[in-house]
C-alpha cells in the first residue's frame, strides 16, 4: 500500500494529494480496505476525531444517517463546554 504525505484540511480532516487531485484520507483508507463507497454514503469517524483515520474508526453510513451524527456529536459536545454564563464576574 502507498503511503501519503498528508495535510489539514479546512474542516480537520487530513487530505492527500495523488495523480494531482486532492483525497479525502479518510476514505482512502476505507476504500483500501473494503473497496469503493457506495454513491450517497459518507465515512463516519466513530469517536469524533477527524484524524483518527485507524481503519476500526472508520464507518461507512448513508448520507443522511451520517448528517445525524454530526448534529449529535455538536450538541453533545456543546453541552460538555455548556454556555459560558458560570464565569466569575
Not at 27 to 37: D, K, N, Q, S
Not at 49 to 76: A, V, Y
Request: hydrophobic fraction near 20%; glycine fraction near 8%; charge should be positive.
Amino acid at each position: 500500500m502507498k503511503v501519503y504525505k498528508t495535510y489539514k484540511h479546512n474542516e480537520g480532516y487530513l487530505q492527500c494529494r495523488h495523480d494531482g487531485k486532492k483525497w479525502l484520507y479518510h476514505r482512502v483508507i476505507y476504500e483500501a480496505h473494503f473497496g469503493t463507497i457506495p454513491e450517497g454514503h459518507d465515512i463516519h469517524h466513530r469517536n469524533g476525531d477527524r484524524t483518527d483515520n485507524r481503519i476500526e474508526n472508520l464507518q461507512c453510513l448513508p448520507h443522511g444517517e451520517h448528517i445525524r451524527w454530526q448534529w449529535e456529536e455538536k450538541r453533545r459536545l456543546k453541552r460538555l463546554k455548556g454556555n459560558g454564563d458560570n464565569k466569575a464576574t
